[in-house]
């Protein structure tokens, strides 16, 4: 069955840098589109960044634009998230998510998430 183990969050200090991972597997990993969402307290699933299944177009919405930047290694089916400059507003649970087919949804749209890393910005 479809895993995804997400690792690599903590605290982070505003303005400094996190590198998120997620180690995929019981699926065609370079087959689909694949994306990053969370989940901030109290709050619903929000969209981080989408990638389309070889890497080569990727989208982000405003509030992550130059901020954030979303790679994969289809060779070592992982799902990489570059956290550059974070503010305490981007404390949540990030989720890597597996996009149902080889499309970029402008909005979440997955059929297969992980567990979930925690990721505090703070001083």
């Known amino acids: 069955q479809v895993q995804l183990v997400e690792s690599g969050g903590g605290l982070a200090q505003p303005g400094g840098s996190l590198r998120l991972s997620c180690a995929a597997s019981g699926f065609s990993f370079g087959n689909y589109a694949m994306s990053w969402v969370r989940q901030a307290p109290g709050k619903g699933i929000e969209g981080v960044a989408y990638?389309?299944?070889?890497?080569?177009?990727?989208y982000y919405p405003e509030p992550f634009r130059g901020r954030f930047t979303i790679t994969r290694d289809n060779s070592r089916n992982t799902l990489y998230l570059q956290m550059n400059s974070p503010t305490p507003e981007d404390t949540a649970v990030y989720y890597c998510?597996?996009?149902?087919?080889?499309?970029?949804?402008?909005?979440?749209?997955?059929?297969?998430r992980g567990r979930g890393t925690q990721v505090t910005v703070s001083f």
């Open positions: 998510a597996k996009v149902p087919g080889d499309y970029i949804p402008l909005t979440p749209d997955y059929d297969a």
């Open positions: 990638i389309h299944s070889d890497g080569s177009d990727t």
